[in-house]
């Protein structure tokens, strides 16, 4: 069976700082993989997704940058942290196509200082 | 670009009420729709799914939802709420576009007292 690991769960990190995320996922091979951003009352937003490795599509303007070294490997990243980036950061993954779900991680809470 | 709207923030029903979330998106193409949920502590999770056919789609734990194409909504509804389903939940949808990209709503916490 599918499973999708995110690390760390929590990260508490000073402005300036650089991040970076890891989302691995096991069991199925050229996965889409997505990063999301939750916010309190605004839902899930799109930040990046890829649908192959080195491919990477990025929905909204930020802070932040992303990486596919490997088939199953997401990367979130930022030079220089903002407070801005504060938030619940979402990895998922599909197998491709509008018909299939996407499968959500468990999540890393990021908080900058 | 797409949007999705979830009118209910916050809602609080006793156990055995019934429940109806909305969900409104602005696409006027052909798109596929999707429920999710996040229990408190858990992974964010499919509840349910619409692609073509019936309207009506039943999902998982007694949750059903009705797209209505003539009002671009796509609501959830349970007929008797339990505690357990107390949770936050999301409309998403897509657009058959090739990369799988989802549009969420903003969600909706539900609470359910016992």
């Known amino acids: 069976s599918q499973t999708i690991h995110q690390w760390p769960a929590t990260l508490v990190q000073p402005v300036g700082s650089p991040l970076s995320l890891e989302c691995t996922v096991e069991g199925t091979s050229n996965p889409n993989l997505y990063w999301y951003r939750q916010a309190a009352g605004r839902g899930l937003q799109l930040l990046f997704y890829?649908?192959?490795?080195?491919?990477i599509s990025s929905e909204v303007p930020q802070n932040l940058s992303a990486s596919r070294p490997q088939d199953r490997q997401f990367i979130l990243s930022s030079k220089k942290l903002l407070l801005s980036d504060s938030g619940f950061y979402l990895c998922?993954?599909?197998?491709?196509?509008?018909?299939?779900?996407?499968?959500f991680g468990p999540g890393t809470r990021l908080t900058v200082l | 670009a797409q949007s999705v709207s979830q009118h209910n923030h916050h809602v609080i029903l006793s156990e055995a009420a019934s429940l109806e979330l909305g969900c409104n998106y602005s696409?006027?193409?052909?798109?596929?729709l999707f429920w999710y949920v996040q229990y408190p502590g858990q992974h964010l999770q499919l509840l349910l799914k619409y692609f073509s056919g019936d309207p009506l789609v039943k999902g998982i734990k007694g949750f059903e939802a009705e797209f209505i194409k003539s009002k671009f909504s796509f609501n959830l509804r349970k007929p008797s709420v339990q505690w357990s389903d107390t949770a936050e939940y999301f409309c998403a949808v897509n657009d058959g576009n090739a990369g799988n990209m989802l549009t969420f709503g903003g969600g909706t916490r539900l609470m359910v007292k016992p």
């Open positions: 998922a993954w599909s197998s491709g196509g509008a018909l299939n779900e996407q499968f």
């Open positions: 890829s649908v192959g490795i080195g491919q």
């Open positions: 696409y006027g193409g052909t798109v596929n």
